[in-house]
């Protein structure tokens, strides 16, 4: 199995942020550098699929419910 080439950067985070990656980390018998890793490809994941989050759509759809009647006349 090839090693992952890892890249080194310098960066800033507020210290509750490092404090609770540390503490996944620690929990998880894991590296800082692997939580915070994780946690990067999970937030560029969520950015390329771009989908609202569930309870969004079903606050909308609630909304849509509840108002139909109201947002037609507003919309003519």
């Not at 490092?18 to 990067?40: N, P």
């Not at 771009?50 to 009647?69: G, N, W």
């Amino acid at each position: 199995m090839a090693a992952t080439v890892r890249e080194k950067f310098s960066s800033q985070a507020t210290p509750e942020v490092l404090t609770a990656l540390r503490q996944i980390a620690e929990a998880d018998g894991r590296q800082f550098q692997a939580v915070l890793d994780d946690a990067l490809r999970e937030y560029i994941d969520r950015r390329r699929n771009a989908q609202p989050r569930r309870h969004v759509v079903d606050a909308f759809a609630d909304s849509l419910a509840e108002f139909d009647v109201l947002y037609r006349e507003l919309a003519r």
